[in-house]
């Protein structure tokens, strides 16, 4: 028997809208389609409105999860258009909060994996040494998810002595946590059943579907923009790219576990070595006309800023690619042959951020077995009608 | 692979404090740099609408009162608010600040709105960095 | 004088009323160690330490919206919480607890009514395939088709490992077993491994986490509760939560030796016995993911099956050249 | 990688078929190419080069000309071809078809193009020939044919404001 079941817009396993419309035979996935534009907000039209220094903050409201990645990658194109050069110290500090951004990202990516494995627990502890982080970037910016650091010519704020040795004194604990949850992740039976050989990916497909970030890098693809193409401070930091071939969610965990400790290593490698001076130069209000490609290693894989300036202070086009629509065509290829109880842990392993991608409802009519797609006005007809229909008995209070 | 590599961590958390906080009973601590809300200085307004210009939300609106005074309202739509602080970098003169509120919900729109009215302030603008 | 005591015995202890609150109890238990087991709070504010918690969720079912699928078999869809708390129910009546002599059978304890409460804890399941289906939305169909599967695969390591305490017993009745192992508490031992058969098939049974599969909200929503709302929802609940107790009961009787000793220190024993029991579901849920329902019936035939088939063999070897 | 020597390995494997190439900042390659051999070139840059991953397609409307972008990214920096197609005159110019800009499918080089085609599509109203799945991707399917956001001539006029609940 085959049937198609919907997943998304709404669904528990998607924290944001989506349409994912699986064919399935019993429990085998046969094909499967994506369906975006729930949550298309126009910011590339926006952002032509707007001034270079609104679009900061513009740009930053793409995703909560990687908001630094965004607005990052659009500053350091536009200071490439504007011809100035941040202070050394403001580098680091960009940079560094980068790097703590990856590492929230990443241990929520390992939370909801396990959330989505119906492993709460690990969820939950997770989750709560997450924390540790999201302290620290609140008490470096102000402010726990739009961390706002960036401004044109440098960051906003500086890092003084004491919340520095503190950081430090902290990076201890989240390493061990780490190795913890390394642990816990390669032992413990229910979870490894669920994730191994899950969700294949050869190396071939994820080349021609053009994967990018964890899921191309455990397809063993070693791409990583921070090497390939080094930005910003990157090409003196000590790091490796981490990779795994298995091709599967496991190797998705294990390259995020292996980047988590990376991250570690950089952190504690730019705190040390932290420069001192000023951070941040003035910026003009107008860039000159011109055209700029940036690239930035997001939590999710590359992030692509295309900038044209038309000498104005305000950009012509501002074209962002975020990592997660990169991943979709592989994700398709991923669930197929997949079991539907995997749909959750294989659309989670590309780490989806589906607000960041982007920028109606469907019934099926049982009777008749015939598919319609209602919009969202006719939707609310059908509510409004269904309504007056069987008016709502007494006012609610139980059980009289 | 071992069955139940969670245990003896979880038993050593049955006895322990909750991670959690007893949320609107208890509140944490928010950093002493944390971005609330902002508000206005009026006595140190010089007018420049360099705020206005800035605020990628345009939560803020400057309009003038009455010319010959040189009297004007500055009115902060909170409801639009992105609580990006950008008000606070252009401001050259120290004028608009940030609180450190976190709960600011309301019923009514209308009630995150907030206005001054100031006569324009005579103030040294602090050297840009 | 009887009939009172028999009104009393529906009624109030161990019946009706007894259960709900102890079941709500119940599930504040379960979600408070839960919760501590995850370093959080767990409920706090309804009544002290959140005690009315479960009962605050009831209430505030109740009074929710009861929707209805147009294309729902309408009657059955109406009538199965309501089966279905009544049978778990019934189950709770034949819990050895009070006034039942091990030397005189009554009307709620006879030969055999340990094969009368297995098979009523065996409705629930399909009463909840019966409600996936008859509410003919797509992920209840597939959660009702998985509970079922998952029967196939728990059921019978269950009751064998349920079983063969009895047969050690020499008695189908579970007032007997529970005297027997109370006059011979070593021979206990033995039976560890069918309880720990017993505790994992109760788990699937109650479709706690490895095995929620069923209403494994990540990936169907709801499961077979997708269509329910409201007062039958409440129902659902309420029936999980008796399912609960009952179950727990029903191992505590069968392995750990009954209620003994009057009514009040039988009481107590039942409140400590059966919390015992269901601190080691939790922790079962708490240290554990989900598995996948293919793993469900390949772990429950590879492992479960023959560890009850072992654990026959060891009561079959006390029984005769021990006993 | 140096840029000189992808340069010279991309000229190498192009020959005429490069319109301009310029290299205005390190690792940063741009490259025009006529539309018509825009497939040949996709073809001899993944099977010949290898470079297998494109980044994504941006489109730009340049007011008389539409200014499609491949950039691929390589190792040591990234590769942006630049193809141009005629924007079609005036501002209804895109409602009759035969006028509608077009522009070769890659996807049968590159299969995961398909998604910035598509995006193409709806935000320029470029018709990509030969796609494999002409569907929009992300503006609604209730939204009003030939409008196409992106483009310069498209404004959209904001609402009033309405904020429910009354002053007090």
Known sequence: MKFSIPIGPQHPALKEPISLRMTVEGEVIRDADIRLGYNHRGIEKLAEEKTWIQNIYLMERICGICSHSHATCYVQGVEKLMDIVPPKRALYLRFLVAELERVHSHLLWLGVAGHEAGFDTFFMYTWRDREIVMDMLEAISGNRVHYAINTLGGVRRDLDEGLRQKILGQLDILRRRTEYYLKIGANEPTFVARLAGVGKLSKEKAMDLCAVGPTARASDIARDVRRDDPYGIYAETPFEVSTADTCDVLGRVVVRVKELFQCYNLIEFMLKNLPAGEVKVKAPRRAKPGEVVSRYEAPRGGNIHYIVSGGADKPERLKVRAPTLANYPATVEMLKNGFIADIPLIFAAIDPCICCAERTVETVDLRTGEEKVLRFSELRALAKERFDKNPRKGTGLWPF | ?129 | MAVLKTVLYLIVYPGILFLFVYATFVEWFDRKVYARLQNRMGPTHTGRFGLLQPIADFVKLMSKEDIVPDKADKTLFTLLPIFGLAIVATAGLLLPVWHTNPLQPGFNSFPGDIIILLYLLSLPTLIFFLAGWSSTNLFSTIGGSRVLTMLFGYEVPLFLAVLSPALLAGSWRLAEIAAFYRQHPLLILPNLIGFAVALVCVQAKLERTPFDIPHAETEIVGGTFTEYSGKKLAFFRLMTDIELVVSAGLLATVFLGGFGGGIFLGFLQFIGKTLAVIFLLTLMRAVTGRIRIDQVVSFAWKYLAPLAVLQLLIVIFIKGWVL | MNDLDTIERIKGALGSRIVEMTNPAPGRIFMTVAVEDLVSVMTNLKRDLGFWYLATISGFDKGDAFQILYHFGLEGGNLNVRTQIPKPAGPDGASADKTAPHLPSICAVIPGAILYERELQDMFGIVVDNIPDPRRVVLPDDWPEQNFPLRKDWKFERPPEVIPGGKK
């Open chain 2, 1 to 129: 692979m071992k069955l139940a590599a969670f245990l003896p961590e979880l038993l050593r958390h049955l006895f322990k404090k909750p991670a959690t906080v007893d949320y609107p009973f208890q509140k944490l601590e928010v950093p002493k740099d944390f971005r609330g809300s902002p508000y206005l200085r009026p006595e140190l307004c010089i007018v420049c609408r360099a705020c206005e210009r800035d605020c990628p939300a345009e939560a803020i609106d400057i309009t003038s009162v009455n010319e010959a005074e040189k009297k004007f309202k500055l009115a902060i739509h909170n409801d639009r608010c992105i609580h990006c602080a950008q008000c606070v970098d252009s401001c050259p003169t120290d004028a608009m600040q940030m609180d450190q509120r976190f709960e600011i919900a309301a019923f009514d729109r209308h009630d995150l709105k907030m206005g001054w009215e100031f006569v324009r302030a005579v103030v040294k603008v602090k050297p840009q960095a």
